[in-house]
């Protein structure tokens, strides 16, 4: 995705806060997991624990369906094998 949005904190409060499109994936994309849209309020609660950059729970800019989204994504242990 563009650098349309900037990745910041702030800037993903103020997408949750307008209700925009968000989603979530348990997983690797490689090993089968999905993103799956979720409320403004499943997102307003992963917000106090995904980030953007690396780690076990992230967030990105992502299209989905044709539509600029938030991805939440959160990673199990048994994805670092």
């Known amino acids: 995705m563009s650098k349309k949005y900037p990745e910041t904190m702030e800037a993903a409060?103020?997408?949750v806060a307008e209700g925009k499109p968000c989603t979530f994936t348990?997983?690797?994309a490689y090993r089968g997991a999905q993103p799956h849209r979720i409320s403004k309020e499943e997102a307003e609660e992963k917000l106090k624990h995904h980030k953007f950059?690396?780690?076990f729970y992230t967030i990105f800019w992502r299209v989905f369906?044709?539509?600029d989204v938030l991805n939440f994504t959160e990673y199990g242990e048994n994805d670092l094998y």
């Open 13 to 15: 409060r103020k997408w």
């Open 53 to 55: 950059g690396m780690g």
């Open 65 to 67: 369906e044709g539509e």
């Open 26 to 28: 348990y997983g690797l």
